[in-house]
């Protein structure tokens, strides 16, 4: 009780600070210049059509193509690092996860133009392999999505919106990026639209040379890595729609440089490469009727190839061998065909609108660690929802989804949003949203045995299943040119039967399995305070956080850990001269979370310390806006390690550190219009 209380009133301070400052941004800021503002930018994610801010029920966040400019971002770890409920997982061969409200892994949803993201190491999609060299925004939603997106949308979704060239354009730009930790991008851009017909095309490729703290390591803590990515476009425009067939290639190399072993007969390392390759083709067909019926439809095919072979370096007459050992190679392939379509009528009547829509996906899994070397399964749906205004300002959007799993008995998915606008000015919203995620077919059929594994799937697992209630409020004040937003928000997500390893077995007939052995809880608030004018914005945010795991058969792990975040934006722009300044900084507190130790067959407390990230940087336009140059300083408090506990896995020790950023760099960025 008295830990809730010292909560309640962290909380409680936190709040009337941010209101403070809220009340001070209204009233002694300076007159501002310009024409008025907003802050109500289009979403599409969880919309029957795209639909602005203030009117969508989902409460949806949004970060546009301007602001991960800024933060000289060109993946999507690096921007979502900065955001309030989002933390960032590092690994130094599986690249970057998240969590989200507290939840991670597979219960995150990625989506590119509404297409999932395949190819999940671990659990989780690397972060560090989604550029955002051609993004128009990134819009997100937490808490259960599952009656929207289906299976793996426990804990929200993440959807990236691509830019899509205009009628009657041309596009064609270049661009480098440099950054003084070995980061060398470059990256183009091209596109043509007539009145009916238009193709764009992009590509780009990041290379990374590795970082450690001691620069002639042969062994970096951060892994070299190459990466390509292409994509091309061809559209045909129709009277209020359009046709689109997308075609999305990645390809990626880590090299993890062994330590040499050095005698007086030889000088060798083990060195091992890891190969990923991911292509997407994506067709969209996007109508609208009688300017009230959208028919939306897409279906895609997507492939995702994981490879790594072990060579034998000799490092004096620099040859490499592969290692005989079939152990040390391995190569995996994931393909999935799903489609989606939905029937809209926005304006069925005055007092409701309907949606129906239909999806289903089907994933193969092929590979010589997989049972029987190839296995499949498949997800059938059909989803309705309404939004039904029983009052002027009141509407309800009740939704259900029907599953029919090829492996699992799904249950029934339904969900519910309300919003209200209490005034012009004031808005809440509620919602209720039940969750279903089904064991991915590594968790079901791996079989990854060698001299340092003996990982086993589980035919007997149970399916995820989760609850989410979410409350929010949002405040918005115009006054002349000044726009600003006030907006607290709750939530509580319980996951039932989560999947995890464990150990079973002693001695050398020791194995791991994927079992059901957690029930997760999550539940906090989170308060963000945005003021805009024409010359600066500014944003300022705080969330609490609390995270609960009930291992099954551990009676001693039922105690809520909270993890405090602080965010703070700032940017001002000088129009006349085209300059910008900007500041991005997040604090991100204690990390606390019982886990399942894999050694000693017990539970441990785990911990990551407190760290905080921020960045500077400084825009400017010049050569009649065809250049934009933005250069900066990055983790100004030159984070690499954070003292931490953690099980880094079932082959691993306690590790003593959390390995978090690169430490201080400086970059620059130039992107020059062609045309």
């Known amino acids: ?336 065909v799903m489609s989606r379509g939905t029937y809209s009528n926005v304006a069925f009547s005055k007092k409701m609108n309907y949606q129906m829509g239909y999806e289903f996906t089907h994933d193969f899994a092929i590979g010589s660690r997989i049972e029987n070397q190839k296995q499949n399964m498949g997800d059938y749906n059909l989803f309705t929802s309404a939004e039904v205004k029983p009052l002027k300002r009141l509407v309800i959007r009740p939704a259900f989804r029907v599953i029919y799993h090829t492996k699992y008995s799904a249950p029934f998915v339904p969900s519910i949003n309300l919003k209200y606008d209490i005034t012009d000015a004031w808005v809440i919203r509620g919602s209720y949203s039940k969750g279903f995620r089904a064991p991915t077919l590594k968790e079901l059929y791996l079989q990854f045995v060698d001299a340092s594994h003996n990982l086993k799937g589980n035919q007997n697992l149970t399916a995820e299943t989760s609850n989410n209630l979410q409350f929010s409020a949002t405040y918005d004040y115009k006054l002349e040119s000044r726009v600003f937003r006030f907006e607290p928000t709750i939530f509580y997500n319980k996951i039932n039967n989560m999947i995890d390893l464990a150990r079973f077995g002693s001695g050398n007939n020791t194995y791991f399995q994927y079992v059901n052995i957690n029930t997760f809880t999550s539940l906090g608030t989170s308060i963000t305070v945005e003021y805009r004018t024409i010359p600066y914005h500014i944003s300022l945010g705080y969330s609490i956080t609390g995270r609960k795991n009930n291992l099954t058969g551990y009676t001693q792990t039922d105690n809520i850990y909270f993890c405090n975040e602080w965010k703070f934006n700032a940017s001002y722009r000088f129009s006349k001269i085209g300059t910008s300044i900007n500041f991005f900084g997040k604090w991100n507190g204690k990390l606390q979370m019982y886990q399942y130790d894999y050694l000693s067959d017990n539970i441990s407390l785990s911990y990551i310390d407190p760290f905080a990230l921020m960045d500077i940087s400084v825009g400017q336009v010049v050569l009649k806006k065809k250049l934009n140059i933005t250069a900066g300083v990055k983790n100004l408090m030159n984070v690499i390690n954070v003292n931490a506990s953690l099980n880094m896995g079932p082959h691993s020790s306690i590790s003593g550190s959390a390995t978090t950023a690169m430490g201080r760099s400086v970059f620059i960025g130039l992107r020059y219009n062609l045309i």
């Open 1 to 336: 009780m008295i830990f809730f209380s010292n909560t309640f009133f962290q909380i409680l301070r936190s709040t009337t600070f941010l209101v403070v400052f809220a009340f001070f941004s209204i009233i002694c800021l300076g007159q501002p210049e310009g024409k008025p503002l907003d802050l109500d930018e289009l979403v599409v994610t969880g919309q029957y059509e795209a639909n602005s801010l203030s009117k969508s029920v989902h409460k949806v966040k949004v970060i546009d193509a301007k602001r991960i400019e800024a933060q000289g971002a060109f993946t999507l770890q690096q921007v979502l690092s900065n955001e309030m409920n989002i933390r960032i997982i590092q690994d130094p061969i599986l690249g970057s996860s998240m969590q989200l409200q507290g939840v991670g892994g597979n219960n995150i949803k990625i989506l590119i133009d509404g297409v999932p993201v395949i190819g999940r190491e671990n659990g989780s999609i690397d972060l560090s392999q989604i550029s955002l060299q051609n993004v128009e925004r990134i819009e997100f939603v937490e808490g259960p999505m599952s009656v929207n997106f289906g299976t793996d949308a426990l804990g929200g979704v993440i959807n990236i919106i691509t830019k899509k060239q205009k009628k009657s354009s041309e596009t064609a730009r270049v661009g480098l990026y440099g950054e003084s930790i070995g980061q060398f991008n470059s990256d183009f851009s091209l596109g043509v639209a007539k009145e009916k017909y238009s193709i764009s095309g992009n590509g780009s490729r990041n290379f990374f040379k590795g970082f450690s703290t001691d620069p002639d390591a042969r062994n970096k803590l951060w892994k070299p890595r190459t990466q390509y990515n292409a994509d091309i476009t061809l559209t045909k425009f129709l009277e209020n729609g359009n046709i689109r067939w997308l075609n999305q290639y990645f390809n990626e190399t880590i090299s993890d440089k062994g330590t040499p072993t050095i005698d007086w007969t030889q000088a060798v390392a083990l060195d091992r490469y890891y190969y990923s390759t991911r292509y997407t083709s994506s067709f969209f067909y996007d109508k609208k009727f009688d300017g009230k019926r959208n028919i939306n439809f897409l279906a895609s095919y997507n492939f995702y190839q994981r490879r790594y072979n072990t060579y034998l370096k000799d490092l004096v007459g620099l040859t490499q061998e592969l290692v005989p050992s079939a152990f040390e190679h391995d190569t995996n392939y994931f393909h999935q």
